[in-house]
């Protein structure tokens, strides 16, 4: 079956404190994409993830992937309340009609 | 000027009916594509279509219908509307087929169904 699984699915942090968001995905891919929805938005591409141990960093977040393991980590440092969004993660299949499957969300909620 | 636009934003209609919603992207992309995020929000791809032709076409009832008539626009028609048919609907386009190197999704703000 194909599927990504995020975890957690709801995360309430306080500003300042660091914490990482965990995908894995079921079967083997070439490319691992993180996206941001805000709320009643569209999602918005953050990072592509292209081989193993890619590691990308925009800003506060820092996007990894280990091909092997089939796992990707967000890593937030340092957390404001301008992060608050669901962040997704997705994968490429890379047999067959090529397409992007993703996960349910992370919920991320900042306070102050 | 939005990229990928979509119309209308919010649907509200009797099970039963027919509706449309439209997509339009000003991007210059060749593939475009329907998704669906249910009340869980899981996204899942629905269709795609590279410069008219239908790419991808998953497990969806054939009571939903995509229309390309060019590849700046891809409509999806939906007869007979179900309550299961809630959700929101978003349109998405990509510079190439298979998302080839370091191409993204690039997606509308959603159009959200309600079926009553």
């Known amino acids: 079956e194909l599927k990504v699984e995020q975890n957690p699915l709801f995360l309430s942090m306080q500003e300042g404190k660091n914490y990482t968001i965990y995908c894995n995905y079921s079967t083997t891919s070439d490319r691992l994409y993180w996206y941001r929805q805000d709320p009643g938005k569209s999602l918005e591409s953050l990072f592509v993830?292209?081989?193993?141990?890619a590691v990308k960093q925009e800003g506060r977040l820092m996007a990894s992937l280990d091909t092997k393991a089939r796992l990707s980590t967000l890593h937030i440092t340092a957390a404001v309340h301008d992060l608050s969004a669901t962040y997704f993660c997705?994968?490429?299949?890379?047999?067959?009609?090529?397409?992007?499957?993703f996960g349910q969300g992370t919920r991320l909620t900042i306070n102050p | 000027d939005t990229a990928v636009s979509q119309t209308p934003k919010y649907l509200v209609t009797q099970m039963g009916n027919d509706k449309s919603i439209k997509c339009e992207q000003n991007l210059g992309h060749d593939t475009m594509y329907w998704y669906k995020q249910d009340s869980k929000k899981f996204l899942k791809i629905m269709f795609s279509?590279?410069?008219?032709?239908?790419?991808i076409n998953e497990t969806v009832p054939n009571r939903f219908s995509p229309k390309s008539p060019d590849k700046a626009h891809l409509n999806l028609h939906i007869n007979s509307l179900e309550l299961g048919d809630s959700a929101v609907y978003f349109c998405?386009?990509?510079?190439?087929?298979?998302?080839?190197?370091?191409?993204?999704?690039?997606f509308g703000a959603g159009s959200r169904l309600t079926v009553l």
């Open positions: 993830l292209l081989s193993n141990g």
């Open positions: 998405a386009s990509s510079q190439v087929l298979f998302l080839a190197g370091a191409n993204v999704l690039t």
């Open positions: 997705a994968f490429r299949i890379i047999q067959g009609a090529q397409k992007l499957v």
């Open positions: 279509y590279n410069n008219k032709e239908l790419i």
